[in-house]
C-alpha cells in the first residue's frame, strides 16, 4: 500500500528541493541526538552541516545523506560524562583517520559478505528503531522531571497532525510530481498551525538552534600516550558503527535506484568528514537511512541533494532559526512515519515460510538485536551465525562413492569441501583396519578448503600407515602437497594428477 515513488533522472531541481526537505527534517534529529551523546545541540547540528556537505561532495553514493546519527550518540555518552566534550571531539578526528585508512586498504569491499537475509533484518531493525524514536515525540515532560503519554486534546492535535502529514505525502504525488510531498506536507502542518492557533509541540520547544559559523577548534586535549588509550577503542568503535551503517545504507539505496555506488570513496569521504567535524567542533556521523530515503523519495538523486540539504542547514542556523523552530514536530513525526512505512521489507512477512528455516531465524534475529542493541553488534552477529550454518550445512555434504580400480585397488570419491567442520566426517568415511594394501582417494569433486583439512589428510595417511598400507592421493593442488609435505615426510603418500587451485592455511 505505501510504496515510494522515485524519480529515475537527475534533477537539479529536484535536488535542490529534495535538500531543503531533508535539511528540514535533520533539525530535531541532530538535536535529539546532541542530547542523547550529552552535548551542546550545536554540536549535533554542525556535525549534520559539515559530514552532510563533505560526504556529499567527496562520498561514493550520491544522493545518500549523512550526519549526526543515534548510533554513534549511544556509544557517545559514557566517553563525554567521564572525560568531557574535548575528548569526543579527539575521539571525532581519530574515528575519521580509521575511517580514511579503511577506505585506502579498500576494506568497503568486504560490505559485500554481509548476506541478503542480514540485509533484510538490518532493513527492518532501522525502521522499528526510527518508528519508536518517534513515539517519544508523544510524551510529555511531568513537573518532577518524569515523562508521560499525551493524553486529550493534546493526542488528539497530535495524532491528526501527524495524519495530514501522512496522507499528503501518500497522495500527492499521485497528482504531481513537480515539488516534493515531505515538503509539502510540513508545509501544510506548520499552516494548519499557524492559522488555528494550535497548542503542539514544536521544534523551538526542543532547543534553541540559532548560532554563528562553526569555528576551527583543536582538541583541548593532552596529546599524550594516556589520551590515546582513552580514546582509541572508542574511535575505533565509532569508526566501526559508522562504516557499517554507512555501507549498508549505500547498498539499500543502490538497491532501490538501480545504480552501484563506490563503498571504498564513502569510507574515504566519511573519513574526511569526520576529521574536519572534530577540528571544527561536531560530534562525528555518518549514513542516515531514515533521512536518505526521504531525500530519494523526494526525487533527490544527485549529489547537489546532499550539498543542498547541509547549506540549507547552515542557513537554517544563523538565519532562520526563528522559521525552524515553528515547525510543529508532528510534522516531522508524520514524515519520519513514512520513512518507516516505506523502509521496512513488508515482503518479509511473505518469504518467511518460503526462505529456509536457519535465513528466516537470522533475519528475525538482525532485526531484534538491532533495536535492543545497535547496528554493529547486529551485523556482526548476524554475519557470524549466517557463517556457522553455512560451514554445518556443508560439514554434513561431504560423502564418499568407494569403487574398485583395474587392480583390485579400493577407490575413495570424495565429494563435498574438507574443511574444520567436515573433518569428523570425512574421517568416518575410511576403514584403514579391512581396506586392500593399496587405497586411492580421489580429491576430484572436493576440495580441501583450509589447514584443518589438510591435518585430516595427513592423520589418514598416518592411520594406513601403521597397518603397512599405501594411501595414494589423486587431483590434490600443488599447494596442498607442499604443505603436507612440510608438516611431515609422508613418503607413504604418493599424489597425482594435480589441479590449480589454492588453499586457505
Known amino acids: 500500500m505505501f510504496e515510494f515513488h522515485i524519480r529515475k533522472a537527475v534533477s537539479l531541481k529536484a535536488d535542490l528541493l529534495s535538500g531543503l526537505t531533508v535539511a528540514l527534517a535533520l533539525v530535531p534529529e541532530a538535536v535529539a541526538f546532541a542530547f542523547v551523546a550529552g552535548v551542546n545541540p550545536l554540536t549535533g547540528l554542525y556535525a549534520a552541516f559539515m559530514v552532510g556537505l563533505i560526504t556529499a561532495v567527496l562520498g561514493g553514493r550520491p544522493g545518500m545523506i549523512s550526519g549526526a546519527t543515534g548510533a554513534l550518540a549511544v556509544v557517545m555518552v559514557s566517553l563525554v560524562a567521564d572525560h568531557g566534550v574535548e575528548y569526543l571531539f579527539a575521539t571525532v578526528v581519530l574515528m575519521g583517520i580509521l575511517q580514511t585508512l579503511a577506505g585506502m586498504l579498500r576494506l568497503g569491499k568486504y560490505i559485500r559478505m554481509v548476506p541478503h537475509q542480514v540485509m533484510l533484518g538490518f532493513v527492518n531493525g532501522l525502521a522499528i528503531v526510527i518508528f519508536l524514536a518517534q513515539l517519544k515525540q508523544f510524551q510529555i515532560?511531568?513537573?518532577?522531571?518524569?515523562?508521560?503519554?499525551?493524553?486529550?486534546?493534546?493526542?488528539?492535535?497530535?495524532?491528526?497532525?501527524?495524519?495530514?502529514?501522512?496522507?499528503?505525502?501518500?497522495?500527492?504525488?499521485?497528482?504531481t510530481g513537480a515539488i516534493p510531498a515531505p515538503l509539502v506536507a510540513i508545509l501544510a502542518v506548520t499552516g494548519v498551525v499557524v492559522l488555528l492557533g494550535l497548542e503542539t509541540r514544536t521544534v523551538g520547544d526542543m532547543a534553541s538552534i540559532a548560532g554563528?559559523?562553526?569555528?576551527?577548534?583543536?582538541?583541548?586535549?593532552?596529546?599524550?600516550?594516556?589520551?590515546?588509550?582513552?580514546?582509541?577503542?572508542?574511535?575505533?568503535?565509532?569508526?566501526?558503527?559508522?562504516?557499517?551503517?554507512?555501507?549498508?545504507?549505500?547498498?539499500?539505496?543502490?538497491?532501490?535506484?538501480?545504480?552501484?555506488?563506490?563503498?571504498?570513496?564513502e569510507c574515504i569521504g566519511q573519513g574526511t568528514a569526520n576529521v574536519v567535524t572534530g577540528l571544527f567542533g561536531g560530534m562525528g556521523g555518518c549514513a542516515m537511512i531514515g533521512q536518505s530515503m526521504i531525500n530519494v523519495n523526494s526525487g533527490g538523486r544527485g549529489r547537489a541533494s546532499g550539498?543542498?540539504?547541509?547549506?540549507?542547514?547552515?542557513?537554517?542556523?544563523?538565519?532562520?532559526?526563528?522559521?525552524?523552530?515553528?515547525?510543529?514536530?508532528?510534522?516531522?513525526?508524520?514524515?519520519?512515519?513514512?520513512?518507516?512505512?516505506?523502509?521496512?521489507?513488508w515482503s518479509s512477512f511473505r518469504i518467511l515460510h518460503k526462505i529456509p528455516r536457519a535465513d528466516a531465524?537470522?533475519?528475525?534475529?538482525?532485526?531484534?538485536?538491532?533495536?535492543?542493541?545497535?547496528?554493529?553488534?547486529?551485523?556482526?552477529?548476524?554475519?557470524?551465525?549466517?557463517?556457522?550454518?553455512?560451514?554445518w550445512g556443508n560439514a554434513t555434504r561431504i560423502q564418499a562413492k568407494c569403487a574398485r580400480d583395474g587392480l583390485g585397488n579400493k577407490v575413495y570419491s570424495i565429494e563435498g569441501p574438507l574443511f574444520f567442520g567436515s573433518v569428523t566426517a570425512f574421517r568416518d568415511l575410511f576403514d584403514p583396519e579391512n581396506d586392500t594394501d593399496d587405497v586411492v582417494v580421489d580429491f576430484r569433486l572436493s576440495r580441501v578448503v583450509d589447514h584443518s583439512g589438510l591435518e585430516a589428510i595427513d592423520t589418514l595417511a598416518e592411520r594406513y600407515t601403521r597397518r603397512g598400507k599405501r594411501l595414494h592421493i589423486k587431483h590434490l593442488s600443488p599447494e596442498c602437497r607442499d604443505l603436507l609435505r612440510r608438516a611431515k615426510d609422508l613418503v607413504e603418500v604418493n599424489v597425482i594428477e594435480d589441479p590449480v587451485y589454492r588453499v586457505a592455511a
Open 141 to 175: 515532560v511531568l513537573p518532577d522531571g518524569g515523562m508521560a503519554w499525551m493524553s486529550g486534546e493534546a493526542l488528539y492535535v497530535m495524532l491528526g497532525l501527524v495524519a495530514l502529514a501522512m496522507g499528503i505525502i501518500h497522495f500527492l504525488p499521485r497528482l
Open 361 to 391: 531465524f537470522v533475519l528475525i534475529l538482525v532485526s531484534g538485536v538491532t533495536v535492543f542493541t545497535d547496528l554493529a553488534v547486529a551485523v556482526v552477529v548476524g554475519v557470524i551465525v549466517s557463517a556457522l550454518v553455512y560451514a
Open 307 to 345: 550539498i543542498s540539504a547541509a547549506i540549507f542547514l547552515l542557513g537554517f542556523i544563523l538565519f532562520a532559526s526563528e522559521m525552524i523552530e515553528m515547525i510543529p514536530l508532528a510534522a516531522l513525526v508524520g514524515v519520519m512515519m513514512m520513512v518507516v512505512l516505506g523502509t521496512f521489507e
Open 212 to 265: 554563528g559559523l562553526p569555528t576551527f577548534h583543536l582538541p583541548l586535549v593532552p596529546w599524550t600516550w594516556d589520551t590515546l588509550t582513552i580514546i582509541f577503542p572508542y574511535a575505533a568503535i565509532l569508526a566501526a558503527i559508522g562504516l557499517i551503517e554507512s555501507l549498508l545504507t549505500l547498498t539499500v539505496i543502490d538497491e532501490i535506484t538501480d545504480t552501484r555506488g563506490q563503498g571504498n570513496r
